[in-house]
């Protein structure tokens, strides 16, 4: 099954400690972004990449990394979180020339 | 000014009724106008895509573009309970991954 793949779904954690949220596509798509989605804001595009080692800031980056050494992984890192980091996370995933996005089902992040 | 604005609603209809939702965009640039569907609790999905001005037609779903006012709508004929979801606009340049969302309208269709 065509899919994108979010892990871990749900997070809890402290400010301060580091942490990794993976990302996976099984599609072989060259395009792979990182949303955030929040209450009155909607969804804000943080980092985005157009194929493997070519990444490039969204909207929000600040206080996240990415990197794509694989083309079918795609990590979001969270160096130092902070509560204002606390948000829920989608990874989309879609073919070049094609428009339809294909969205993971999301990763719930609390930072305390 | 945000580059898309929509208006957050939440919009209640009765099972049936025509649905209109709309967003503006600021960017002359944009080109490809797209609206996605997102249930509660999942990832949102890519319902319509619009390239440039003009309709488009899958169903009870009309996605239309006009850019010469910058207005992007999207009309659900014969609403569905089904159809109860937050849809949101989107929006980006030719050649560009970066994609540009609106807040998204939190819809409700009763039966």
């Known amino acids: 099954e065509a899919q994108v793949t979010q892990n871990p779904r749900y997070l809890i954690t402290v400010t301060g400690k580091k942490l990794t949220v993976t990302c996976s596509q099984n599609?072989?798509?060259?395009?792979m972004s990182w949303y955030r989605q929040d209450p009155g804001l909607g969804l804000r595009q943080i980092y985005y990449?157009?194929?493997?080692?070519?990444?490039d800031k969204g909207d929000v980056p600040e206080g996240y990394k990415v990197s794509r050494k694989e083309k079918r992984n795609f990590p979001l890192i969270l160096e130092s979180p902070s509560p204002n980091q606390t948000s829920l996370y989608f990874c989309?995933?879609?073919?070049?020339?094609?428009?339809?996005?294909?969205f993971g089902p999301g990763t719930r992040l609390l930072v305390l | 000014q945000k580059e898309v604005e929509q208006d957050p609603g939440p919009l209640s209809v009765p099972e049936g009724a025509i649905v209109s939702l709309n967003c503006t965009y600021s960017?002359?640039?944009?080109?490809?106008f797209m609206w996605y569907r997102q249930y509660s609790r999942k990832g949102p999905e890519l319902l319509m895509y619009?390239?440039?001005?003009g309709n488009k037609e899958d169903g009870r779903f009309t996605a239309q573009v006009d850019k010469s006012s910058k207005y992007i709508s999207l009309f659900i004929r014969d609403s569905q309970p089904s159809d109860s979801a937050t849809y949101l606009c989107?929006?980006?340049?030719?050649?560009?991954?970066?994609?540009?969302f609106g807040k998204g309208t939190k819809l409700t269709v009763n039966p």
């Open positions: 599609m072989n798509h060259e395009y």
């Open positions: 989107a929006s980006s340049q030719g050649g560009s991954e970066k994609l540009v």
């Open positions: 619009t390239y440039s001005s």
């Open positions: 990449s157009m194929n493997v080692e070519v990444t």
């Open positions: 989309a995933s879609r073919q070049r020339y094609q428009e339809t996005q294909y």
């Open positions: 960017n002359s640039a944009f080109q490809y």
